[in-house]
Each structure stands twice: as C-alpha cells, then as structure tokens.
C-alpha cells in the first residue's frame, strides 16, 4: 500500500518551522546606566535641557541664523543625508526577500554536429538536414522559503543599518550645532577680549604723557619712561594678535557654514549672554534613549544579532521551488505555433549543507563574538556618555565659582588702577605701582572674558552630550 504525502500538512510544517527563531537576540544591557550622574545636583527634578528644542536652548538671533544656515549647508551633514538616504534603499530591497524572482530568457542556437558522429547522422537521416536549431523564450521563477528566519534576520539587519545612518545624522548635527555656538562664543570672547586690549592702551598711553611730563620736570628718570613704554608694547601687541584670532575664527565659521571665508556680522557682546545659574542634566537613562552615538551602538547590537539569525539558518536546511514555461521550437517557423510549442517545468528541492570545510561554522561562531563584541561597544558608549555629562557638570560648577572670584578681582584691580592713577597725579604714588595695577587689571579682564565664554562652551556641550541639538 503506498502511503502519500499530505500536501497541506507539509504546507503547515513549512509554516511552523518558518515560525521558529534559530538563534536568540540578546537585547540591550540596561544596567549600563547609573541612577544619577557625578556632579548633579540633588533635585526632584527629572528633566534634562537635552530634551528642550534647538530652538528654544539657543535664544540669540545672529547664532541662530549661523546655526540654521549650517544645517542648510554644511557638507558633513549633507554627506550624512546622502548615507540616510543610501541605507534607505537598500532597506527597501530588502523588504522585498520573500517574494519570488522572475527573470525573462529568450535564447536562441543552431548546432552543426559532424558528419561522422552518431548525432550527425542521426540528424541527417531522421531531419534531413545538417543543423539543429532550437529556439527558447520562457519566464523563469525561483523562490526560497523562510523557514529558519534567514531572511527575516536580514530584513532587520538592513533596517538597524538604515536607523544607524539616520542616528548618524544626528549626531553630526549635534556635534556641528555645538561647535558652531562655541565658535559664535569665542569670537564674542575675543571681541571683548580686543576691547580691553584697546582701553588699557589708551590708558597706558594717559599715564606714559604723565611720565614724559614728570620726566620734563626732572621728577623721574629716563627708567620711568622705558617701563612705562615696554608696558604700552604689552597691550599693543595684544590687539593685532586678538585680530588675527578673530580672522581665523570667522573663517573657521563660515566654513562650517558651508560658505567662503568672510567676515561674521554680530551685534550682540560677551556681556550680554546670559549662562543659567542651574542645568538640569535629567537621569542617565533618558540620556541614554537621546544620544546619537549610543542608539548606534544600540542599533549595531541589532546588526550584530541579525548577522547571527543569519549564519546559523545558512547551517539549517533550504527549501527552495523553481518553475519556468514558455515556448520551444526547432524551427523559427514553428516558434510561436501554440500551443504546439508550449512547455513548462516545476521543481523543488531540499538542500542540506554537510561538509563546507566547516566555513558555515566559522562565520556561525565569528558571528556570535561579534555579537558580544557589540554588547562590550555598548557599554562603552553608555560609560564614555555618562563620563562625558559628569565632565560638563563638573565644569559647569567650577568655572562658575571661577568667574565669580575673576569678577571680584577685576571690580578690586578697577578700584586699584583709579586709586593708582590719582595717587601718581598727586605724586603720593610711583609709576612702578600704577603699571602694576594696570598690567594686573589687563590679565585680569582677559581671564574674566575666557571664563565667561568657557561656561558658555560648557553649556553648549553639556547640551550635546544630553543629547540635545538634533531635534
């Protein structure tokens, strides 16, 4: 008794394997993350500035023009649109691996075998001619059945490559809307910076008349007058060398802008920027679902387990059916008679691989430790994250202790200069003491105006490494 084969039952075993995961996803570790970051300070507070807009975080009209136009034209993250869009397609293609392909052949060939052999005569007795022609055209079909997920794992390989290109993206633009506004800063550093520079020349060349005066007098020696000047060479030297940093920075900015080199238009001053006495940093998880780099990461450990799902279903058996029918003939006469010339073929076949001199197993195993490999990029990410916050955190304290204990100088080093200044025209004072004071006052300004712009660069990359910037 022969016994046959339940074609529906066989349907639904190719169904329920098809259902079947040959390889288990390790999903994202999230103990990588600690309960709050060094430095914060301690509020009920959960919110974190990296969640606040772009456009809200930067308040200040000329930055924001800078910022817009760089994210118009800036060719990094054009290049960045460009790889989004790349990924996209190839997405999109792969999406479609379940469906059958179907390839158009039309072929055709004419075989002269000799006289002499078995088919020559053959042909020359049963056809009556010495030539065979055959003339083919037929649609092919092929198609593979998914019962190991093989396909599916590459589906979602190329769509965690497509969410890495757009991450990606964003993390160019936060990294390129930070330097920019650390850019606008410092220029704004050093037109205060040039300023200062420039008073305290004027000032130094009030009291260097007062010495000529007094040296006139027989009051001072020529000593008075050399000091005096070699403090006038200080300031002076200081303005050509703030105006070429200025140039440079303004260069720097346009180019980041996507533009030529040229001057940057600001009405705005150092003075004027205001830095939040208190930043909230949030808690690291919500840091984590926000940063650029890290969801890369994230997503590569996706990759990473699709390229496993696919090494191990290649080492399992393939199912696949093939089918083509169109139209033959030996004679082009009689190529189109149908459905005389018809014909058609349907196969379907399983495919075991034994013995590949263990390459399958290889790329299985290589895949697997790439796989932990992504687990270990991971948490490095997240670390160097957190490490980064904590940094800015940090910062954001000390510089702001800093630049209040500068201001306090810079108020004393003012009174000092006044009081100096008048001392000296009453003659109850040298000209060592009042180009002390001056020389002082000088630095001490200069400092000021680096600390202020150091704690707008730290807002702004603290910003950044909130995650915040791209949205």
């Not at 008349?209 to 007058?225: K, P």
């Not at 450990?301 to 390229?307: R, T």
């Amino acid at each position: 008794m022969k016994r046959y084969i339940n074609p529906y039952a066989f349907l639904l075993l190719v169904v329920f394997l098809s259902a079947c995961k040959v390889s288990k996803d390790i999903p994202a570790p999230k103990s990588a993350t600690p309960e709050a970051f060094r430095g914060a300070a301690l509020t009920a507070d959960t919110s974190s500035i990296g969640a606040v807009p772009l456009k809200q975080f930067i308040a200040e009209a000329e930055l924001r023009k800078l910022i817009d136009t760089a994210l118009l034209r800036n060719y990094d993250l054009q290049i960045a649109v460009k790889n989004i869009e790349a990924s996209e397609l190839l997405f999109k293609q792969s999406k479609l691996g379940n469906i059958p392909s179907l390839n158009l052949q039309i072929t055709g060939s004419s075989n002269r075998p000799s006289d002499n052999s078995l088919n020559g005569l053959s042909t020359s007795q049963f056809l009556g001619t010495s030539h065979i022609e055959d003339y083919n055209a037929n649609l092919g079909l092929s198609w593979e059945a998914d019962i190991w997920g093989k396909i599916r794992s590459q589906k979602q390989g190329a769509f965690a490559t497509y969410l890495q290109s757009r991450e990606a993206k964003k993390a160019v633009q936060t990294r390129l809307v930070a330097n920019v506004a650390q850019g606008y800063y410092n220029l704004l550093m050093m037109d205060a910076q040039l300023q200062v520079a420039k008073k305290n020349l004027a000032l130094n060349d009030s009291t260097l008349r007062i010495i000529h005066m007094q040296f006139d007098a027989g009051q001072v020696t020529s000593l008075a007058i050399q000091q005096a000047e070699a403090q006038q060479t200080v300031a002076a030297q200081l303005v050509p060398q703030l105006e070429q940093s200025v140039g440079v920075q303004e260069n720097a900015l346009r180019i980041l802008t996507g533009q030529l080199p040229s001057a940057v238009e600001r009405q705005a001053s150092l003075d004027q920027m205001v830095v939040p006495e208190s930043l909230s940093a949030g808690i690291p998880s919500d840091m984590v679902s926000r940063r650029p780099d890290v969801k890369t990461s994230e997503l590569a450990l996706a990759i990473a387990n699709a390229k496993v799902g696919v090494t191990k279903a290649s080492m399992y058996p393939s199912l696949s059916i093939t089918a083509s029918g169109g139209l033959n003939s030996f004679k082009a006469s009689n190529w189109f008679n149908v459905p005389a010339s018809l014909f058609g073929l349907v196969t379907g076949g399983i495919t075991q691989p034994i013995f590949q001199r263990k390459e399958l197993k290889t790329q299985f195993e290589v895949a697997k430790v790439e796989r932990e490999k992504a687990v270990l990029q991971f948490r490095q990410s997240v670390l160097n994250a957190v490490g980064e916050v904590s940094d800015e955190l940090i910062k954001q304290e000390k510089l702001k202790q800093q630049y209040t204990i500068a201001s306090s100088r810079v108020q004393t080093l003012q009174k000092a200069v006044k009081n100096a200044n008048l001392l000296f025209r009453n003659g109850m004072a040298n000209y060592l003491e009042v180009i002390t004071a001056q020389g002082n006052l000088l630095q001490s300004e200069l400092d000021m105006a680096t600390l202020k712009a150091a704690r707008l660069n730290s807002m702004v990359e603290l910003y950044r490494s909130l995650g915040g910037g791209w949205n």
